[in-house]
T-cell receptor
Framework: DAGITQSPRHKVTETGTPVTLRCHQT?????MYWYRQDPGHGLRLIHY???????DKGEVSDGYSVSRSKTEDFLLTLESATSSQTSVYFC????????????FGPGTRLTVT | KQEVTQIPAALSVPEGENLVLNCSFT??????LQWFRQDPGKGLTSLLL?????REQTSGRLNASLDKSSGRSTLYIAASQPGDSATYLC?????????????FGQGTILTVHP
């Protein structure tokens, strides 16, 4: 499972509140990603990181910010949650030595009411 | 912009049957293509990764092929079992960088009945 954990695993929050999701990896991989999965849209990339303090936007980055202050943690923040951000969020890492094969965490189910 | 399509959207087969899942992509400039399995309520499990320079990759009863020129990949599952029931996703790694960004298809929901 590439040593990836996500917290929390489930969260219910109200519209307008800030929310931070955490992804933690234990194997010092350089590349990390945040995706969201929605019925009808599949999995879409939100943000990714290619090193400490190095991040970039993905396909659906509006309303999200990320931070990576140390190799093992990649945080996803919803500054002011909206109902459209109700989704399942997956973190992934990419193994450079393995042709950049991506491995996924267990996911966080977020509901914004 | 890369677009990935998977056909069929759902497939139901009897146990023991050999089957093929299809994946097509619009931009042939990919670094690799990855197949995943997802069980209900769970994360994604990587099954196979095919480099752009490879034609196929095998793992146990699974065989994935890649034809970049036609923008197609197939996942062949031999002697299917009920435990193979899951959603199968393909994802193209493109975007001009090797660490890349995956573009996913919508998936094929596979049901193998005893």
């Amino acid at each position: 499972d590439a040593g990836i954990t996500q917290s929390p695993r489930h969260k219910v929050t109200e519209t307008g509140t800030p929310v931070t999701l955490r992804c933690h990896q234990t194997e010092n991989h350089r590349y990390m990603y945040w995706y969201r999965q929605d019925p009808g849209h599949g999995l879409r990339l939100i943000h990714y990181s290619y090193g400490v303090k190095d991040t970039d936007k993905g396909e659906v980055s509006d309303g999200y910010s990320v931070s990576r202050s140390k190799t093992e943690d990649f945080l996803l923040t919803l500054e002011s949650a909206t109902s459209s951000q109700t989704s399942v969020y997956f973190c992934a890492i990419s193994v450079a030595q393995g042709w950049y094969e991506q491995y996924f965490g267990p996911g966080t189910r977020l509901t914004v009411t | 912009k890369q677009e990935v399509t998977q056909i069929p959207a759902a497939l139901s087969v009897p146990e023991g049957e050999n089957l093929v899942l299809n994946c097509s992509f619009t931009d042939s400039a990919i670094y690799n293509l990855q197949w995943f399995r997802q069980d209900p309520g769970k994360g994604l499990t990587s099954l196979l990764l095919i480099q752009s320079s490879q034609r196929e990759q095998t793992s146990g009863r699974l065989n994935a092929s890649l034809d970049k020129s036609s923008g197609r990949s197939t996942l062949y599952i031999a002697a299917s079992q009920p435990g193979d029931s899951a959603t199968y996703l393909c994802a193209a790694n493109s975007g001009g960088t090797s660490y890349g960004k995956l573009t996913f298809g919508q998936g094929t929901i596979l049901t193998v009945h005893p």
